[in-house]
């Protein structure tokens, strides 16, 4: 299993040790979406796990295609992500909203570990999809 593949198992079991492990001590964490991005170590970017764990406890990720490039030094891979938002995401609060959203991932691997994220995906069609449930 591919390192990528190891991540993405990891966050599907909810276990943010395990994805931490994917990362290299100085792992940079960008999601675009995300006013206080970009995160910096595996502290800073475990409490963006622990957060998102606890806005969507249910999340899972669905990869669709991927790409690499350079040997496998970069990866982008698109992805399915679903779940139910019970907290605060993409700008609000979900109130127990079913949400399906592309995402994708861009990473640079170094020395067999991710070294760097960056996530897009459409706040705006998350904040639609929220707001149809709610009304």
């Known amino acids: 299993m591919n390192i990528i593949d190891k991540h993405f198992a990891a966050e599907n079991a ?4 395990a994805t931490l492990a994917t990362y290299t001590d100085d ?4 999601d675009v979406t995300h006013p206080d991005a970009p995160f910096h170590g595996k502290e800073e970017v475990g409490s963006v796990y622990s957060s998102i764990l606890d806005a969507i406890p249910d999340v899972v990720l669905e990869s669709v295609k991927r790409f690499d490039g350079e040997g496998g030094r970069y990866v982008v891979d698109e992805s399915i992500l679903t779940g139910h938002v019970h907290g605060e995401w993409a700008g609000m609060n979900g109130g127990g909203a079913p949400v399906r959203v592309r995402i994708l991932h861009i990473f640079e691997i170094r020395d ?5 994220e960056n996530a897009w995906f459409d706040a705006a069609e998350v904040q639609r999809q929220i707001t149809a449930w709610l009304d």
């Open 27 to 30: 792992i940079v964490w960008d």
């Open 14 to 17: 909810h276990d943010v040790e």
């Open 112 to 116: 067999g570990l991710i070294s760097y």
